[in-house]
């Protein structure tokens, strides 16, 4: 009984929504999400032909087609980071809440309070700055 009254609730509340919505509403929303999972899934697939990493002041560059495993200092100590089949994220970092380990496979990577920033960039690319 319980399941039919929640059902007949979830259904009435459908069509009052529908109801209210127009088509473009539809197609805008539909056209949001699509874009969203895109960005979602390009960010985490992005591969790139340079790392660059930002480390205390400091700047360095890898090969992003050399896969191992490297070490910056920053101020709280050393950051270790992976680079492999083109992508990039931080394995260790000394600083306390370890959010930049966590990021995953990602870019950019930030570890704030270790100040350490690790970008993915094809080779030519220019920043806002440089063009």
Known sequence: MRRTVVSATVFLCYNQIMKKLRPLDLIFAIAITTL?????????????????????????????????IYKVGGPLGITTFEIKDGKVRIIDSPCPNKTCVNQGWHSPLVCLPNNVIITIEEEGEFDAIAE
Not at 36 to 65: M, P, R
């Open 36 to 68: 969203g999972i895109f960005l979602t899934v390009k960010s985490f697939s992005q591969k790139g032909s340079v790392v660059k990493v930002n480390a205390d002041e400091k700047h360095y560059e890898y090969s992003a087609k050399q896969d191992g």
